[in-house]
C-alpha cells in the first residue's frame, strides 16, 4: 500500500468536526484521542472511503506548537495508516475520522517527540480496527 495523504483523504469543514465530536467514538490515547463515525455526507451506496481530520485542542497557546502538532500527526498517520485500512478493509463503510492531540494535565510545558505521537498513533489505530470500528 502507497504511503501517501491525497488532500482527496482530508476531511475538511466544521460542520463535518461538529458531527464527529458528537457522535463518533472515543478512543483514547496518552496523548491523542481518535473519534471514530459512519461518514456523514458521503452517501452508503457510493464506494466506501474513509476522511481523516486533525485537529489540536485549544489549551496549546502558541500558533507554532499546535501547526507542529497536527504536522506531527498527520505523518505519524501517514505512515501507519495501513494497520488500520488493512484490518477493516472488509467492512465496505464510509468513515469520518479525526485525530484530536490534547496535552495531559502533567506535561503542560513540552509537546511530545515524533515518535512518542507516532507510538501513540499506531496503539489508537490497532485498538480500532481490533474493535471493528468500522
Same mark, same amino acid.
Request: glycine share 4%; proline share 5%.
Given at each position: 500500500?502507497?504511503?501517501?495523504?491525497?488532500?482527496?483523504?482530508?476531511?475538511?469543514?466544521?460542520?463535518?468536526f461538529t458531527?464527529?465530536?458528537q457522535h463518533? @467514538?472515543?478512543?483514547?490515547?496518552?496523548?491523542? @484521542?481518535?473519534?471514530?463515525?459512519?461518514?456523514?455526507?458521503?452517501?452508503?451506496?457510493?464506494?466506501?472511503?474513509?476522511? %481523516?481530520?486533525?485537529? %489540536?485542542?485549544?489549551?496549546?497557546?502558541?500558533?507554532?506548537?499546535?501547526? @507542529?502538532?497536527? @504536522?506531527?500527526?498527520?505523518?505519524?498517520?501517514?505512515?501507519?495508516?495501513?494497520?488500520?485500512?488493512?484490518?477493516?478493509?472488509?467492512?465496505?463503510?464510509?468513515?469520518?475520522?479525526?485525530?484530536?492531540?490534547?496535552?495531559?494535565?502533567?506535561?503542560?510545558?513540552?509537546?511530545?517527540?515524533?515518535?512518542? %505521537?507516532?507510538?501513540?498513533?499506531?496503539?489508537?489505530?490497532?485498538?480500532?480496527?481490533?474493535?471493528?470500528?468500522?
Amino acid at each position: 500500500m502507497r504511503n501517501a495523504l491525497p488532500k482527496s483523504d482530508i476531511l475538511r469543514g466544521k460542520k463535518i468536526f461538529t458531527v464527529v465530536f458528537q457522535h463518533g @467514538r472515543r478512543i483514547e490515547g496518552k496523548f491523542i @484521542r481518535c473519534y471514530l463515525c459512519p461518514h456523514p455526507v458521503i452517501p452508503a451506496d457510493e464506494p466506501f472511503r474513509w476522511q %481523516v481530520g486533525f485537529a %489540536v485542542a485549544g489549551k496549546v497557546r502558541r500558533a507554532v506548537d499546535r501547526n @507542529r502538532m497536527k @504536522r506531527l500527526l498527520r505523518e505519524s498517520y501517514r505512515c501507519q495508516k495501513d494497520l488500520f485500512s488493512a484490518a477493516t478493509a472488509s467492512a465496505r463503510t464510509s468513515l469520518a475520522i479525526v485525530f484530536l492531540f490534547s496535552v495531559p494535565t502533567h506535561h503542560r510545558r513540552e509537546l511530545p517527540t515524533f515518535q512518542q %505521537v507516532a507510538d501513540d498513533m499506531k496503539s489508537i489505530l490497532i485498538r480500532a480496527s481490533a474493535r471493528g470500528a468500522a
